[in-house]
């Protein structure tokens, strides 16, 4: 039986389209913003608080949890006397709470705990100007970009002035192309491996090609802004891409990744799983700053030639870290 003080119930802040109605329905159900806050962090006009997660992006329900990401320049501003359960996760330390039978979580960032985080995510801005001058390809871990993805992405409620600051200074606006660069050639490294397999256990290479396409998915997706960590959302997400890309590319990527192979077909397979990440990469390539750092980085990485070999001079790269 669970405890009356952290019993989970249905709620009604999914489903609002911004800040302000998030705002009112919470006051709505009871739960005061800065009382919750109260819990881990000393009153203060300037701490910046975003709501991130699924009731941010529009995929939340009645059971969502709440996702609170506290943005806070120094260690002093945290109260020693926190309550509730306290979870050291990445970059963040998470605070659980349950208020009003709704689960919130706090995820709380001090700035000197992110800014080896922002060095290495600026060192990657060389490569949309001047390729030549990369020196590093930061490769992050999922925890720093559900960060930087929340940090871009979130609903500001409060403290919009640091949020601002924060966003300017991580230049979340790369986010979307270090992404698309960074899951495409994650893409042509699982093409690689999934080509070498099928030739000794054909599921194998179907299982890893799988895995491929949806790297060459995300990297479509990245370019458009769906820059969440949480892949559970991919189709969803591929659905409403068809905006912005053709129906034939996405049911491509989409087919790939649902689609059963047969033994006698994995060869099909890997001849639609190449000609799809080559239409994935014409797209990114018709960004300047995207096709700058592609082109650049296929000249740097050597590969294995997919057959027929008549093919190598249009493969795309293995990997950014071959």
């Known amino acids: 039986m669970s405890c009356p003080d952290i019993q989970k119930l249905p709620h009604s802040l999914h489903g609002l389209d911004g800040p302000e109605a998030f705002l009112a329905a919470l006051a709505t159900a009871g739960v005061n913003l800065d009382e919750v806050l109260a819990t ?24 969502s949890d709440v996702d609170l990401v506290v943005l806070l320049e120094s260690e002093s501003e945290l109260r020693p006397d926190c309550d509730g359960l306290i979870i050291r996760a990445g970059r963040s330390v998470e605070l659980l709470l349950y208020r009003k039978g709704i689960e919130i979580n706090l995820e709380v960032y001090v700035r000197k705990d992110v800014e080896e985080l922002m060095s290495a995510f600026l060192s990657f801005a060389p490569a949309l100007y001047n390729p030549s001058d990369v020196e590093q390809i930061p490769i992050l871990q999922p925890f720093d970009i559900r960060f ?6 979130g609903w500001p409620l409060k403290g919009l002035r640091r949020i601002e600051m924060w966003r300017d200074e991580f230049m979340v606006d790369l986010l ?16 690689e491996d999934a080509v070498a397999m099928a030739r000794d256990l054909p599921e194998a290479g179907v299982f890893v090609g799988r895995r491929g396409a949806e790297q060459a998915m995300l990297s479509l997706l990245a370019k458009s802004g769906f820059t969440s960590p949480n892949t559970k959302w991919l189709l969803h997400w591929s659905a409403l891409a068809r905006r912005q890309y053709p129906a034939t590319l996405l049911d491509a990527g989409r087919s790939l990744l649902l689609d059963a192979v047969d033994d006698d077909e994995v060869q099909n397979f890997l001849h639609r799983l190449f000609e799809f990440g080559q239409n994935v990469l014409g797209v990114l390539r018709q960004d300047p700053e995207l096709r700058r750092a592609t082109d650049f980085l296929r000249t740097q990485i050597a590969y294995v030639a997919y057959e027929p070999e008549a093919m190598a001079s249009n493969m795309p790269i293995r990997s950014l870290g071959a």
């Open 148 to 153: 930087l993805h929340r940090l871009r992405t």
């Open 40 to 63: 881990c962090i000393k009153p203060s006009s300037e701490t910046g608080i975003l709501l991130g997660g699924s009731l941010s992006e529009g995929v939340g329900n009645a059971s």
């Open 176 to 191: 979307g192309t270090y992404l698309a660069v960074f899951h495409y050639n994650g893409f042509c490294d699982l093409f």
